[in-house]
């Protein structure tokens, strides 16, 4: 069964004030010393965690590396997933994040030997975060409760692209000054396929 992505909801100036308040980018950091850490709240694997409210629903936190892409890239890459090439997850410099599907994801994590397995695995590392009992009904009674109230949204319909057009948005976005938003809008397509061509994750066979 496919993951699935909450929607980010969209970010207030204040909210992207907030946010990068807590990311440092002292030099020094990480595995080449170039990274920007996330200086709040993460989880279990170490990723960071940024609170954003969702109209109708409260509070809910999301990968501050994904929030860290929103903002650079101007497109929300879900229902991909945001990689690390510096291998620090708390790194939120847009210039090393990527995108990739939850495979390219897996394979990363096992040629880099990430696989935490063992004493190292969450289960073992946070024992109090599995819910069993009563406590386990309850959130997947919450979590089913969620995913019915919330809205519905068609996917664009996505226009037949032409080799010649998949060059053309690589060569555009490549030149800079332009989103991933108004490709989409010029070419009748959804952000995600714009996302998916610039980053060679879909029409990989037509070459640059």
């Known amino acids: ?8 909801p969209e970010l207030t100036e ?32 170490g990723h960071g965690k940024f609170g954003l409210t969702r109209h109708g629903f409260g509070s809910s ?22 990689l690390h090439d510096c291998d620090n997850p708390r790194c939120c410099n847009p210039s090393h994040l990527h995108v990739g599907t939850d495979r390219d994801n897996a394979t990363e994590r096992n ?12 289960t ?32 664009d319909r996505i226009a ?14 490549d030149a800079g000054g332009v989103i991933m938003e108004t490709l989409a809008s010029q070419f009748s397509v959804s952000s995600t396929t714009i996302l998916r061509i610039v980053h060679r994750l879909s029409w990989r066979h037509i070459r640059d």
């Open 61 to 82: 936190c999301f990968g501050a590396h994904r929030i860290a892409f929103y903002l650079f890239y101007g497109v929300d890459p879900r229902p991909l997933c945001v």
């Open 160 to 173: 037949k692209l032409t080799p010649t057009q998949v060059k053309h948005i690589r060569e555009i976005y």
């Open 14 to 45: 204040q909210d992207k004030t907030r946010f990068w308040s807590k990311v440092s980018k002292e030099p020094g950091q990480g595995p080449n010393g170039d990274c920007w850490e996330w200086q709040a709240g993460c989880d279990g694997f």
């Open 124 to 155: 073992k590392q946070h024992p109090e975060s599995i819910p069993s009992g009563e406590a386990y009904h309850t959130q997947r009674a919450q979590a089913a409760a969620r995913r019915e109230q919330a809205p519905s949204r068609k996917l």
């Open 1 to 8: 069964m496919a993951k699935a992505y909450r929607i980010l």
């Open 111 to 122: 040629q880099r030997n990430r696989h935490a397995s063992g004493v190292r695995h969450w």
